[in-house]
């Protein structure tokens, strides 16, 4: 059974640092992973999807990784901001073909401060 | 920007209604999903179609219902509500690969 473990449950940084969010997971056999952002109360924002085949993934400040053989993916987030502020989730789904299952995170809970 | 749709945003109601939360999206996707998700907790599966006329229960048992009669429209029932179906319930959908949710539907039962 697939697990995904992203730690630290919380993190706060100040404004302007460069963090990495860690992605772990105990199956490398994934077809995809995907990275969330969800904003309390509200639903989960696509960030970047990484194809298994894949090494990096980037859009504007946000850079991921993944490394199938060690089960690691890392969110690289530049010159963070305050609006940068939310619960962060991966999720890895199975290689057993287009429908297989997508397992989550609990989440990493960003602060930035001002 | 993904198009897909949930209402209400929120619902607060009592307990032995009849509630439907909707969902549609007009992208054409294939697979839909609901997840329920209580403060602070994770996501938990409960419902998913991969087509029209087709749908299957999650990960975790859910005294709700769903249909899928059009590709676009995946709604989710209560019969009779009760204060432990009080959640976030949310909606998703996917095409070849990325999954897209919705902003999710509170539900508060009294």
């Known amino acids: 059974k697939q697990e995904v473990t992203q730690i630290p449950a919380a993190l706060s940084v100040p404004e302007g640092e460069n963090l990495v969010l860690n992605c772990s997971f105990t199956?490398?056999?994934?077809?995809?992973l995907q990275w969330f952002r969800q904003d309390p109360g509200k639903g989960l924002t696509s960030l970047l999807l990484?194809?298994?085949?894949?090494r990096e993934q980037t859009s504007g400040r946000l850079n991921a990784s993944l490394d199938k053989s060690s089960g690691r993916s890392t969110l690289y987030i530049a010159a963070s901001q305050p609006g940068d502020s939310a619960t962060y989730l991966c999720?890895?789904?199975?290689?057993?073909?287009?429908?297989?299952?997508?397992?989550f995170g609990k989440g990493i809970t960003l602060s930035v401060r001002p | 920007e993904a198009d897909i749709y949930q209402t209400p945003r929120y619902l607060v109601i009592g307990t032995g209604k009849k509630i439907t939360l909707e969902c549609s999206q007009t992208?054409?996707?294939?697979?839909m999903y609901w997840y329920q998700q209580d403060p602070g907790m994770e996501l938990h599966l409960i419902h998913y179609?991969?087509?029209?006329?087709?749908?299957e229960k999650g990960d975790l048992s859910s005294e709700s219902t769903v249909s899928r009669i059009r590709t676009e429209h995946f709604p989710l029932t209560l019969e009779s509500a009760r204060p432990s179906h009080t959640s976030q319930y949310l909606c998703?959908?996917?095409?070849?690969?990325?999954?897209?949710f919705g902003e999710g539907s509170r539900l508060t039962v009294l």
């Open positions: 998703a959908s996917r095409g070849a690969g990325e999954l897209f």
């Open positions: 199956d490398s056999a994934i077809y995809n």
């Open positions: 990484i194809q298994s085949s894949q």
């Open positions: 999720a890895v789904r199975g290689d057993t073909g287009a429908n297989s299952k997508l397992t």
């Open positions: 992208m054409g996707h294939d697979k």
């Open positions: 179609s991969y087509g029209v006329n087709s749908t």
